[in-house]
């Protein structure tokens, strides 16, 4: 049984940083992809970063470019975002993803299988 869990969330002010971590256990995704997505209230899950197979890829929401940066272990068991510059409109709920989706599917929702249960970012300004 594949699970992740996320950690690393909380509030910080605008201009600040914090690094999200998802731990999965029941598998390893190094040849997959392994995302961030985020949902704000009254909005729909939105991506955010993704990294992708084992040449370890990286694709970015235009939102986030420049400020955040996604990373994962060696083995794919593990990925993190650091968030930097942080902005109010970056307050939302967090979600990493898991899965092994084609090139044309890693900003999508449905490219991933498996979810965590998401983390708490706020940013005050």
């Known amino acids: 049984q594949v699970q992740l869990v996320e950690s690393g969330g909380g509030l910080v002010q605008a201009g600040g940083s914090l690094k999200l971590s998802c731990v999965i256990s029941?598998?390893?995704?190094?040849?997959?992809?392994m995302a961030w997505f985020r949902q704000a209230p009254g909005s729909e899950r939105e991506f955010v970063a993704t990294?992708?197979?084992?040449?370890?890829?990286?694709y970015y929401a235009d939102s986030v470019k420049g400020r955040f940066s996604i990373s994962r272990d060696y083995a794919g068991s593990a990925v993190y975002l650091q968030m930097n510059s942080l902005e109010a409109e970056d307050t939302a709920v967090y979600y990493c993803?898991?899965?092994?989706?084609?090139?044309?599917?890693?900003?999508?929702?449905?490219?991933?299988?498996?979810w965590g249960q998401g983390t708490q970012v706020t940013v005050s300004s």
């Open positions: 990294i992708w197979r084992n040449g370890g890829n990286t």
């Open positions: 029941g598998s390893t995704f190094r040849s997959g992809g």
């Open positions: 993803a898991a899965g092994r989706p084609i090139l044309s599917a890693v900003r999508t929702i449905g490219g991933y299988s498996y």
